[in-house]
Every structure is written in structure tokens, then in C-alpha cells.
């Protein structure tokens, strides 16, 4: 049934109202989250149709998930606009592609496969790479981001190094190879994959001006939701579809760019209006979604930064203020987390209005435990639950098979060389992806094997048997059926989703931004657009909790994330420092003056917490008084204390990390490096 004009007008706030008036020539809408930027575009495509300047047929919109366009579909069908067509760019670009390839080649289209990893293992063997699942599947993101940002294999690892790609410590010119050897193979077997639609598609309108001819007569009137994350690849193919003309309207919020690492720019939303000179643009502010105390929330956490957005302007009633929930370890945060839902869930909270979202998968673990033992449903979301995970399927299967052959005497150093084995080391990657995603999740099997070992304490010595019992338990319990649940998700697999209640948590430095991302200005702003994407899910409740230690009974040293430094409440920030006159010596963590002169040698108030972790400055010094007795040298010639407390507190986690250490130089770091890694790593 179709709606009349004035009416699909009259559904509209004023802003949105002028995106569904501004029916020709380019427009951008920039907007905010929770702002019913779909509505606005639907709307205005109904308001098109229905006013009959759209013919449905001739209208393309597109989007990046099948679940985005099947919405967009559904509105469009209530609106009487049910003959537009909304679908993916794969989508569209696919649906070309079938009915002009026979055309124009003569031949089948190639068969488009469902992975790459069968095609990129056998390209890694004809370079005698030995590549697992893991590293496989770290080479085919980097296939598909090369790809889509138009890197061929011969420019691979010169681009791929002047914008620091990386791929589990394969060297780029490998993976350059790999890359072309991945081509080669698949074209020997009639194979195409997911972005060689888009780039054949690209290809037959460059080439075929009757194929491009045919597609323009087709679709005259263009929509672009999620604008933020086209990549170039997408740029491109929109511009061929388009032939010079500009009746295009792009949706976007550069402040949810979170997909960089794929190859998405921001820069086609921000730069629009310079490529198309009379670009109407429309800024959507009016957000429906949260409270006012989440939105003030989500403004002031991008205020001021190179991330900043549209101001967002809260429409819902005053709820509850937002919480901030410091913790002594994640076993701890896990337990409070999952207190605060089941009495929420008293209040009258449905477990499927509420989300705990963090960083990475291996986070999932303990908030898993945490739901089973408090009794709380839960579904895990864009990921396998921690033990249905291969790697972790795999080491138990070893651990039960090294308990039944009766190895295992020495219980830990049985369960880390099992874990060795599969290529766990005490120290984690320094890239990113499934070979870090795959080490975080040993690392998760060794600090339970840990605590496993502390709880049976002196008494009754742990025994591997029974170890890898308590583990079957754990899957058993946390694999039950869950109906109403909870979701436990990342905050990447949370974009587009919104709940009642929301719980961010693991928000400290290292883990939020990632410390992967620390040596990038750029890397660590998308992390803070992470939390953002985190923030703006909340309609009503919303925490935010970090903790300072990892394991129970551990110092705790981390620090809550430097993105929290403009939501915190007053009483959480750090003491302004006083100004100090001259000579005189100020304390390291508070930063007032110091008084007596024991206070003065250590550099800080009796009182007052050491800025690094005391434990891992101990074992360090422990190390150098070795150390240096085997060199016949004295110690503060291998390091100086000072050395050794910002090795602490900066906690190190490669080569590079430590070389930035004050005190650290190329010959230090040759002879003491990788000793000083590992004992950080066997520090938590």
C-alpha cells in the first residue's frame, strides 16, 4: 500500500525531512548514531517514488550486509517502494556480472568459492611456507584488504610497507608472493572469490561501453548507506556505475570508521562535497536511541579529537547515570558484571535486552565462566564460545591424551610445553589477527592452569587428570542451550545493534587501545571510535569497568583506558601537580613534593602506590643481579634501577616496545632483549 507524500513527510524530524526533499543532485547525510538514518533514506526513496520522480525500477541502494538490505527492503515494501532494489554492492555487482559475462566472453563465469584457504595453502607450499589454519586465515584478510584497496601482488610489499602492514611476522615480500601464487591458482581452477566479483564487475563497464551503456539506462538514482566503510575498490566501482553523473546520496558517520584495517576510508564521506561541488549536506544530530546521560557520554568521548563527529542531541527521557566500575582483576569484573545483570534481570531486564561487549574473542572466556556460574543465560556472538574454539579443542584433546599416558608429574611445565607445542611462547605476537587471537586463548588455558595449580595449593599437588576434568566441566556447563540470553560479543560484531543495557569492559591501556595499535596515532584513534561504536549501543544502562591485574592475588598495575580520561567523575581523575620551586623533588605518582629522604631515594610518598609493577621490578632485579654476576660486571651496568622501573611500567611486549625505554639502546637490546621479554611475559 503506498503512502501518500505529505505523509511520509509528515513521519520526519526536520533534519530527516530534508534529506527526504533533497531528491536531486548529490547529497551527504552525515549521521550520528542512533539518529534513524535508515528511516531518512527510505523515506526519502518512497518520497521519490511516490511523488514520481523515482521509477522504482531505476533505483539502486546499497548497503554492506544482507541483514542492512533486508531491512531497507522491508521498509521500502511498506512505503509502496517495494520494486527498489536494495542489496549488498557483492550483491548488485554479482547479479551484473552473471548476465554480461556470457555476453561479452563467450564462456561461464567462474565458479565463486566460499574460501580461500584451501587455494592460499596450496600457493604458501609453493614457496615452502608451512602455514596453519591460523596463518591461513591472517593471509586471506590480507588478500582481501590488498585487494580492495587496489594492491596488486607486484606493488604488495612496497605498499604493504609504507603503511605498516603486517601479517604473523611474515616478511611482506612472502606475502607479496603468496598473494600472486593465491591468483595463479585460482585461475587455474576457474575460481573466482568475493572481491573478484567487484573487480571483474569494475572491469567489464571500463572495457564494455555497451555493458556500461546498459547499466546506466538501468539504474539512474544511486544510495549509499554505511558510506564510511567503501573501500577504494567499492569508490571505484561506484563511479563506473554512476558514468560522470551525480544523482547520488551517500549515508555515513565518519565517527563509527572501524574498519580501516579492511581497507575502509573515511575519506570518501569526509571528501564528498570536494568531488561533487554542489553537494547538498544534511547533518542528522537527533539521536533516539539513548538517554541523555549516554549521549553526553558518546559526545564528550570524541570531543576535541581528530574522531569527532556530529553532536549528538539526546530525545529520550533523563535514565540512570552512566557507571564506571573499577576491578581488582578480570575474575573480579567477570563476577561483578554478571551480579549487576541478575539483579537487573530482578528489575524486570529480559537477558536479551542486555550485551557484554570488549575488545577481542579471548575476552569472552572468563565473562563465560562468570554468566554459568551466576546462572545466567548468554549467547556468544561473531564468534566460536572459548571451547568450541579449534585451538582450544586441539590442546585439551592433547592435555587428555598426556593425562591418560600418565605424563604430566610436573603439573605446570606439563600443561606449557603441551601448549609450546602447538606454538604458544611466553611472549605474546606482535601481529594481529588469528595468530594472536589463537595465542590469547592458550594464554587463557595457561592462567587457568595456573589458578587450578594455586587452588590445590601445597597440601595436594594438581594433577593433570584432573585438571583437564574441570575443563570438560567448564564446556559442559557453559555449552548449554540458551534461549533468552545475553549477549557477549566484540565491539567490531556490535556495530548495528543496540540493547537496554550494555556492560564495556577489559577498558584499560593495552588491551583498549590495543597494544598492538600504540605506535599509530591513527590505529589508536579508530580504537577510540571502537568504544564509541561501544557507547552509542546503550539505550539506557550503561558500564564501563576495567581491572588492574589480570589473574586474582596479582599487583595490579593497569591503568584504566586513556579514553575514559574525559568520562571519568572527578574523584577517579589523576590529582592536578602542583608546580614545584626549583630543586625541589615531587613524588612520581602523586606528584606533590616529596618530604624525608627515604621518600626522596625511592621517588615517592610512603603512601603512595609505585607507578610500576613492584612484583615484575623485583624479578628484573633478580634477573640483573644474576646477570651481571655471570658477566663479572656490576649491576647497574647491565641496567640502572631507573631502567629497570619504566621496563615495569611500561611493560614492553616487542623489540620496539622495549627499544622506546629510556635507557634501552641497540647494543642493550641485542645482548638483554629477548631475556627481558620473556620475564614481562611471565609477569602478567
Known amino acids: 500500500m503506498s503512502a501518500s507524500p505529505d505523509a511520509l513527510l509528515d513521519a520526519l524530524d526536520p533534519e530527516q525531512r530534508r534529506v527526504a526533499e533533497a531528491l536531486r543532485g548529490p547529497v551527504r547525510v552525515l549521521a550520528g548514531a542512533g539518529t534513524g538514518k535508515t528511516r531518512a533514506i527510505t523515506h526519502r526513496i518512497a518520497y521519490g517514488v511516490a511523488t514520481g520522480v523515482y521509477a522504482p525500477a531505476e533505483v539502486l541502494a546499497v548497503t554492506f550486509t544482507t541483514r542492512a538490505a533486508g531491512e531497507m527492503r522491508q521498509r521500502l515494501r511498506g512505503m509502496g517502494a517495494g520494486a527498489v532494489q536494495a542489496r549488498t554492492f557483492h550483491s548488485a555487482a554479482l547479479r551484473q556480472l552473471r548476465y554480461f559475462w556470457p555476453h561479452v566472453h563467450g564462456t561461464e563465469l567462474p565458479t565463486l568459492t566460499e574460501s580461500k584457504l584451501g587455494m592460499l595453502a596450496q600457493a604458501a607450499r609453493r614457496h615452502r611456507l608451512g602455514a596453519d ?37 611474515v616478511d611482506v615480500e612472502t606475502v607479496g608472493r603468496v598473494f600472486g601464487s593465491y591468483e595463479e591458482v585460482k585461475r587455474e581452477q576457474g575460481r573466482m572469490d568475493m572481491e573478484d566479483v567487484l573487480l571483474l564487475t569494475a572491469g567489464l563497464l571500463a572495457e564494455d561501453e555497451r555493458v556500461a551503456a546498459h547499466v546506466r539506462r538501468q539504474y539512474k538514482w544511486f544510495v549509499v548507506d554505511e558510506f564510511q566503510d567503501v573501500s577504494p575498490l567499492q569508490s571505484a566501482l561506484l563511479d563506473l556505475w554512476l558514468g560522470g553523473r551525480d544523482e547520488i546520496c551517500v549515508v555515513g558517520d565518519p565517527a563509527q570508521t572501524i574498519y580501516s ?21 544534511v547533518e542528522l544530530v537527533r539521536n533516539y536511541r539513548s538517554t541523555p546521560q549516554v549521549v553526553e557520554a558518546a559526545n564528550r568521548l570524541l570531543a576535541g579529537t581528530s574522531s569527532h563527529g556530529v553532536e549528538l542531541r539526546a530525545q529520550r527521557p533523563a535514565g540512570p547515570a ?64 572459548f571451547f568450541d574454539r579449534p585451538e582450544v579443542r586441539e590442546a585439551v584433546t592433547r592435555l587428555r591424551g598426556a593425562a591418560r599416558s600418565g605424563e604430566g608429574e610436573e603439573f605446570l611445565e606439563t600443561v606449557h610445553a603441551i601448549l609450546a607445542g602447538m606454538g604458544w611462547t611466553s611472549t605474546p605476537p606482535e601481529s594481529r589477527g588469528q595468530v594472536r587471537d589463537r595465542w590469547e586463548s592458550w594464554q587463557a588455558l595457561i592462567d587457568q592452569a595456573t589458578q587450578f595449580a594455586q587452588a590445590a595449593g601445597d597440601a595436594a599437588p594438581p594433577d593433570l587428570g584432573a585438571f583437564v576434568d574441570d575443563l570438560d566441566r567448564r564446556a559442559a556447563d557453559q555449552h548449554a542451550p540458551v534461549a533468552d540470553g545475553v549477549t557477549l560479543a566484540t565491539f567490531h560484531a556490535a556495530k548495528g545493534l543496540e540493547w537496554d543495557s550494555v556492560f564495556l569492559v577489559g577498558l584499560q591501556d593495552g588491551t583498549l587501545p590495543i597494544t598492538y595499535a600504540l605506535d599509530s596515532p591513527a590505529a589508536i584513534e579508530e580504537e577510540r571510535r571502537l568504544l564509541y561504536v561501544g557507547v552509542t549501543r546503550a539505550r539506557r544502562d550503561l558500564s564501563l569497568s576495567w581491572s588492574a591485574a589480570r589473574q586474582p592475588g596479582q599487583r595490579g598495575s593497569r591503568k584504566p583506558s586513556r579514553f575514559l580520561d574525559p568520562l571519568l567523575p572527578e574523584s577517579a581523575r589523576a590529582v592536578e601537580r602542583p608546580k614545584a620551586s626549583r630543586g625541589a623533588r615531587m613524588c612520581r605518582t602523586c606528584g606533590r613534593p616529596l618530604g624525608s629522604a627515604a621518600e626522596k631515594k625511592v621517588g615517592r610518598h610512603e603512601d603512595c602506590p609505585a607507578p610500576y609493577d613492584e612484583d615484575l621490578f623485583a624479578r628484573l632485579r633478580e634477573w640483573r643481579t644474576a646477570t651481571a654476576k655471570s658477566l663479572e660486571k656490576p649491576a647497574y651496568v647491565v641496567f640502572p634501577d631507573a631502567t629497570l622501573e619504566a621496563i615495569a611500567e611500561r611493560r614492553p611486549v616487542s623489540r620496539g616496545d622495549l627499544l622506546r625505554v629510556p635507557g634501552v639502546g641497540d647494543a642493550k637490546l641485542t645482548a638483554y632483549g629477548d631475556e627481558v621479554l620473556a620475564i614481562v611475559a611471565e609477569n602478567p
Open 322 to 385: 552512566v557507571t564506571f566500575q573499577p576491578q581488582s582483576d578480570e575474575v573480579a569484573e567477570a563476577d561483578a558484571v554478571a551480579a549487576r545483570i541478575r539483579q537487573l534481570h530482578a528489575d524486570g531486564r529480559a537477558f536479551g535486552d542486555i550485551a557484554v561487549l570488549f575488545r577481542i574473542n579471548a575476552q569472552s572466556e572468563t565473562f563465560e565462566e562468570a554468566m554459568t556460574a551466576a546462572g545466567v543465560p548468554y549467547v556468544v556472538r561473531g564468534a566460536a564460545r
Open 261 to 281: 584495517f579492511a581497507g575502509a576510508d573515511a575519506a570518501y564521506l569526509r571528501g564528498f562535497p570536494k568531488k561533487y561541488a554542489n553537494t547538498t549536506s
Open 133 to 169: 589454519q591460523a596463518l591461513l586465515r591472517d593471509l586471506a584478510s590480507e588478500v582481501e584488504w590488498a585487494k580492495v584497496s587496489n594492491v596488486h601482488p607486484d606493488s604488495y610489499a612496497r605498499v604493504a610497507r609504507s603503511r605498516g602492514r603486517e601479517v604473523s611476522n
